[in-house]
């Protein structure tokens, strides 16, 4: 696997668009991605929610919902790589799901500016968010009922910005941002290399 790995990096560092978009024609690529949204949602309900008894936030369930959707994605590009429909839907899914989710992991860290305004001698002015507004209440895409569907994944019932996790001086929806620009530094290359293989079959 090692020697499969350095040989990609040597295939990508000689020919970069060919080997992208052989790439995104392979089932390994999703396969990584639907993992890490595996990790993610596992993590956030298995070691935040059940072991550090952090009960999620309104912001919390919206970025799980995301990475509902971003798994949902990479599973649909596992079982049929080179369909090109599903491709389609698939990365379209994965984008909504990245976007939507960074948006949520941005509000997010700043309501956790706002509610540890007073702990860095801040006010809430001066933090520059304002009060918090979370509601027990989500409204989800579509008007999906998700939280009464699923109510342990997706009922939200804490504060927004409340927790004081931290890990190397970053909290959870700092975490967040990271992983969606990681999903972004990678969805990025292997759409555009699906989209200029497309294009070129197209013009043959």
Known sequence: MLNN???WFADLKAYPLLTLEQTQEGRAVWAVMAGACVFLLGSAMGFFQVFLEMDPCENCVYI??????????GVLMVITPKNKMIKILGLALAWYGIVYGLDKAI???GQHVSSHAA???LDLFQSGQG?????LEPTFPLGLPLHEWLPFEFAPSGIC???DWTL???NMAQYCIISYTVFIA???PLTIAFITKTLREKNR
């Open 186 to 188: 990678c969805a990025l």
């Open 64 to 73: 799980r919902f995301s990475q509902f959707c971003i798994l949902i994605a």
């Open 107 to 109: 509000i997010l860290a």
């Open 161 to 163: 910005g409340e927790d």
């Open 168 to 170: 190397l001086g970053l």
């Open 119 to 121: 702990d860095a001698g």
């Open 5 to 7: 790995l350095k040989q």
């Open 131 to 135: 009060a918090n507004a979370c509601s």
